[in-house]
C-alpha cells in the first residue's frame, strides 16, 4: 500500500525521494514551489527569471537532497538554496549590465535588457510594480529581509536562521530597508 504522500513529513519524504520515488519529488513541489517562486519573484522582481530560478533552485536542491537534515524545515532549506541561486543571478546581472555599457552603442541591442517589464494596465499594477521596483531597488541584505518577512512571512527566527544572522539583525535591517522604502516611494510614516 502506498502511503499518502501530502501526509508524510518532509524528513520522511525525503528518504522516499532519495530511495528513487518520483512521487515524492512531486510532493515537494507541490509543497513549496508556490512559496519558493513567490521569494524569488519578490527578490529580482521579474516573473520569468523567477521562475526560471525556482526551477534552478529546486534541481539544485534535489541533486543535493542526501544533504538535507531532515530535523530542519524543507522549507528554510529550499529557501536557503533559492537565495543563493539569486544572489548568483544578481552577479550575473551586474556583469551583463556592466558589458552592455562597456559595449560600443551600436553593439548594445545583442545584449538582453536587465529592466523589468513595467505593466501599467491599472492603477493598482502599476502602485505594485512601483513598490516591486522600489525592493528591488534595495541593498540585497535588506531586500532579502523584507522579502522574508513581508512577503514570504517568515517568523523573525527562521529569517535569522535563513540568512545566518541573529534575530536582532533581522530587525535592524527591516526596520532600515521599511524607512528606504517610505524614503523611496514618498510615504510618510505608514
Avoid at 70 to 98: H, Q
Wanted: charged share 30%; aromatic share 8%.
Amino acid at each position: 500500500m502506498t502511503p499518502d504522500l501530502s501526509q508524510c513529513p518532509d524528513r520522511d519524504l525525503a528518504a522516499l525521494a532519495l530511495s528513487g520515488r518520483q512521487d515524492a519529488y512531486r510532493e515537494f513541489l507541490v509543497r513549496y514551489k508556490a512559496p519558493v517562486f513567490r521569494l524569488i519573484r519578490g527578490h529580482v522582481g521579474d516573473e520569468g527569471e523567477a521562475m526560471d530560478l525556482t526551477q534552478e533552485a529546486f534541481v539544485a536542491g534535489f541533486a543535493a537532497l542526501a544533504r538535507y537534515d531532515g530535523e530542519r524545515p524543507f522549507r528554510t532549506w529550499i529557501s536557503r538554496i533559492a537565495l543563493n541561486k539569486c544572489r548568483d543571478w544578481g552577479r550575473r546581472r551586474a556583469v551583463r549590465a556592466f558589458f552592455t555599457r562597456a559595449l560600443p552603442l551600436e553593439s548594445a541591442y545583442d545584449v538582453a535588457g536587465d529592466s523589468p517589464p513595467l505593466d501599467v494596465d491599472a492603477a493598482d499594477r502599476a502602485e505594485l510594480a512601483r513598490v516591486q521596483l522600489a525592493i528591488a531597488d534595495l541593498p540585497a541584505n535588506l531586500r532579502e529581509v523584507v522579502v522574508l518577512r513581508g512577503v514570504e512571512e517568515y517568523s523573525q527566527a527562521e529569517t535569522a536562521e535563513l540568512l545566518n544572522v541573529s534575530e536582532k539583525t533581522v530587525e535592524t535591517r527591516l526596520y532600515r530597508a521599511r524607512a528606504k522604502l517610505r524614503a523611496i516611494l514618498g510615504t510618510a510614516g505608514r
